[in-house]
């Protein structure tokens, strides 16, 4: 059963503040870092959660996606990563948005499911910077849950590709935002 729409603008806060949390303990010499999302650094990681918090506040408000930042000095990330997830909140906040059909290249969907879906790559990316410096990542349980049903509901083995390596073995009882970086291909024991 999905989760009820003030749950999840509720998930998506703590989630965007624990992200921003981790995002703001990088340290300058961490940037260029490796991390579970193969062939990505830390800083990369970074850039695509600021262009798809950008991307699905764009969409939306029905306009078109604002042109990637990939010049923006390391210095800089943090602020720009909570300035596009409070951009990202509000938006999702409006009247209405959770209830309209929404279309991509991806196929349409509702503004409930296009929140699950960001939230579940926040929190996968999330739990990427966090292994890769060094952090705990402390992920809201309940929203890497949620994440993950919605997840799992979702992502067939055919969508897999070119997306998602395959689903990592991992304990039951592991934290869920673990879990949920398992189903979405990560090791579960990564390091650097």
Known sequence: MPAPALDLLDQLARSVAAVGE????IQPEQWTAPT??????????VVHLIGMNRVFTAMLADQPPSRPERDVPDDELDQAYRESATALQAAFSQPGVLDRTYRSPLGAATGTQRL???????LAHGWDIAHATGQP????QDAADQALAFARAQLTDDARPGRFAPEQMIPPQAPAPDRLAAFLGRPPNWTP
């Open 137 to 140: 990542a402390h992920l809201p």
């Open 22 to 25: 981790v995002i703001s303990k």
């Open 116 to 122: 699950q879906i960001r939230l579940y790559d926040l």
């Open 36 to 45: 579970p999302c193969t062939s990505w650094t830390v800083r990369q990681v």
